[in-house]
């Protein structure tokens, strides 16, 4: 019984999988629009910590797509002892940019591209309630690969080498300028194409 029930799926899987490479499928089109929600920060993978965004990608050309994103983000860490300390963040923002994607007839479609955002966000801690405000700039160059499951459904990954300008203050403090150059994050992003 087991046996036959795995060879059925077997083949129900086989056949779905030839149906799918055998379906063409027409993507990066002039006019294709797209709903996207990023996850970004994944060299971390903290489930107390949250980076994204949510947006719309549109082709002006084939291959040639811009996007705009809300960005958000949420930290929460607990460190324990004496006394127990939290640290909360919460941010938000806007970006954008442009990608180009490689004409390639295939599900897998690589893309290059350049990104801007804007960022806000403000840090509570406790003991003592001490609180952060900063405001970041970013502007990079991206790569990436998007592959296509069906024609209204993707995921995405892409890298991100650039420069970010943050500029911090904490209540009584002076504030403090910070420059970073390099690869500066992770991100994945589900398209829903309509």
Do not use: W
């Not at 083949?11 to 294709?32: E, M, P, Y």
Request: no cysteine; net charge neutral; proline share 3%.
């Amino acid at each position: 019984m087991i046996r036959k029930l795995t060879i059925g799926l077997s083949i129900i899987l086989l056949s779905t999988a030839v149906n799918l490479q055998a379906q063409t499928l027409n993507v990066a089109q002039q006019g294709d629009k797209a709903l996207l929600f990023n996850f970004v920060g994944l060299s971390t993978l903290n489930l107390n910590a949250y980076q994204g965004g949510i947006g719309g990608k549109y082709f002006l050309s084939d291959g040639l797509a811009v996007r705009a994103m809300l960005l958000f983000g949420l930290d929460n860490k607990t460190t324990s002892g004496v006394p127990q300390s939290t640290d909360n963040s919460l941010s938000f923002g806007i970006g954008g940019g442009i990608e180009y994607h490689l004409p390639l007839a295939s599900r897998l479609s690589p893309y290059l591209g350049g990104v801007f955002s804007f960022l806000n966000s403000a840090e509570t801690t406790n003991p003592g309630g001490g609180r952060i405000n900063s405001t970041s700039f970013g502007l990079g160059a991206i790569g990436g690969l998007e592959y296509f499951f069906n024609q209204n459904l993707s995921l995405g990954a892409e890298y991100q080498f650039g420069i970010s300008s943050t500029n911090s203050s904490e209540t009584g403090s002076p504030s403090t300028n910070e420059l970073k150059l390099g690869f500066q994050t992770a991100g994945l992003t589900l398209a829903a194409y309509f």
